[in-house]
């Protein structure tokens, strides 16, 4: 057989194969199992650069704290466009917050997107991040509070559950509530705090100059304690408040002003992506220094409100705090679970609130 006949036998062959290749190729485009394998494989990848940009963001120094993305979701089952909707609400840096998520955007390979909507007393910031499908990945909605702010935070939760405790959960603007652990209604406390939509943070006794505890729980910190005694209280102490979002002190006017011993403190919290609130219960507290040098997210206590336990005393505290708001300081105030003082916290609060002066909790007035 000549070449030329050979040729003409393969040529039909050859295009008969190419034929079925394209078909194939057809098939495969526009069969929905296939669209569904291919988009399945854009929306991972889409997947994995959001959660690098997610990744980048909480590692930037000028961003939000690391504890804020402590409840990132994930999507359970790949078939989901892996969506994540993120919501917060600050009282500052908010163009440290914009950078950083610039950055983070950056460092990911995405879009991002801003739109802002002002309201009474806010700014509404929608950052949407977007990549291969098009489809949004990301949507972050910063809340910027532009109005006078004030964080309530009310302590010794865990000895009852009597009437004060009774009627804190009944109040209805924002509240951080402070749980001591080790006692018998510690967890029924957080617990039933957190499901009335306050924020619960672990109220850790901690040892006084006069080397007292006024405290009979089985939870607590000392000043000549180890760093490995120290991660096993805060290991109780977690498992009794696991929603605990931060700390503050019981007591603690020896530990507070030890620098080794806070410096342990912080460490660990820092490494629960938690934030500290000092209750200053001594001048010569080493908290605040501390908490800037390690890059933790903390407070400080600024108006005791029922050092004395009558209404009248607690409203002068209260309007103190007011004042204080109205200057633009974010102040703390700072109680504890007595009934002349949830009392006086109906009776004065909603006056604030007339004023234009917005609640939040102790969270989003912290220094970084």
Request: glycine share 6%; proline share 4%; aromatic share 8%.
């Amino acid at each position: 057989m000549s070449k030329q006949a050979k040729k003409k036998r393969i040529l039909p062959l050859v295009f008969f194969l190419l034929s079925l290749v394209i078909l194939a190729g057809l098939f495969l485009k526009f069969s929905p199992r296939w669209q569904e394998y291919a988009q399945q494989r854009q929306l991972t990848e889409d997947n994995r650069r959001a959660k690098i940009m997610l990744s980048a963001w909480q590692r930037q120094k000028d961003g939000l704290p690391d504890f804020l993305l402590r409840e990132l979701p994930v999507a359970k089952d790949a078939r989901l466009r892996p969506f994540y909707r993120l919501r917060y609400r600050l009282t500052r840096r908010l163009v440290a917050c914009r950078q950083a998520l610039a950055t983070a955007a950056k460092m990911a390979e995405l879009t991002l997107a801003e739109k802002t909507v002002t309201r009474r007393g806010e700014r509404r910031h929608v950052f949407t991040f977007a990549a291969g499908t098009g489809l949004p990945l990301v949507e972050i909605e910063v809340i910027e509070i532009t109005a006078p702010v004030v964080s309530l935070v009310i302590d010794d939760l865990g000895y009852d559950r009597g009437q004060a405790f009774r009627k804190l959960l009944e109040l209805s603007f924002p509240l951080s509530v402070s749980v001591i652990p080790g006692l018998r209604y510690s967890e029924e406390a957080a617990r039933r705090a957190d499901q009335a939509g306050h924020e619960v943070i672990v109220h850790m006794p901690m040892e006084t100059v006069d080397g007292r505890l006024l405290l009979s729980g089985s939870v607590r910190l000392m000043a000549e304690m180890s760093a490995v005694e120290i991660k096993e209280q805060f290991r109780l102490a977690f498992k009794q408040v696991p929603m605990a979002r931060g700390m503050n002190n019981h007591q603690g006017s020896r530990v507070t002003a030890d620098e080794r011993m806070m410096g342990l403190v912080l460490k660990e919290l820092k490494a629960r992506g938690c934030f500290f609130l000092d209750s200053r219960t001594t001048k010569y507290t080493v908290c605040a220094t501390l908490a800037k040098k390690t890059g933790l997210p903390f407070a400080e206590r600024s108006v005791f409100l029922d050092n004395q336990d009558y209404l009248d005393a607690i409203e002068q505290q209260l309007v103190k705090l007011e004042k204080k708001a109205l200057a633009g300081k974010n102040p703390v105030g700072l109680g504890h679970l007595r009934g002349n003082t949830v009392e006086a916290l109906a009776r004065f609060v909603p006056r604030m609130q007339a004023k234009g002066i917005r609640l939040v909790f102790v969270s989003e007035v912290l220094n970084y």
